[in-house]
């Protein structure tokens, strides 16, 4: 059974830092994409950032130039680097991935909660 498992999140200052990470665990197939998503209280969940399993990223625009994504394909694992945070970045972060397979079946983690604020 696949299984994501996100950590990192939690309470910071305007302005710090956070990384987060993802580890995908019981599949039997490649991972493919694996990306980031956001959901605060009252709207829908959105993209935060994904990259490919070549390594070719995608960002919000809103996160561009202080957030980066990165992994690392030997530990099945994702990172979300989340610099000079706003208060606007509060949110539960998810770790979706995509496995190289028929159907290309996607999995979610269970997210874990980022909140900037002073």
């Known amino acids: 059974q696949v299984q994501l498992v996100e950590s990192g999140g939690g309470l910071v200052q305007p302005g710090g830092s956070l990384r987060l990470s993802c580890v995908v665990s019981g599949s039997r197939f490649s991972i493919g994409d694996m990306g980031w998503y956001r959901q605060a209280p009252g709207k829908q969940r959105e993209l935060v950032a994904t990259?490919?399993?070549?390594?070719?990223?995608n960002y919000a625009d809103s996160v561009k130039g202080r957030f980066t994504i990165s992994r690392d394909n030997a530990k099945n694992t994702a990172f979300l680097q989340m610099n000079s945070l706003k208060p606007e970045d509060t949110a539960a972060y998810y770790c979706?991935?995509?496995?190289?397979?028929?159907?290309?079946?996607?999995?979610w983690g269970q997210g874990t909660q980022v909140t900037v604020s002073s």
């Open positions: 990259i490919t399993n070549r390594g070719s990223t």
């Open positions: 979706n991935i995509k496995l190289v397979t028929f159907g290309i079946p996607s999995y």
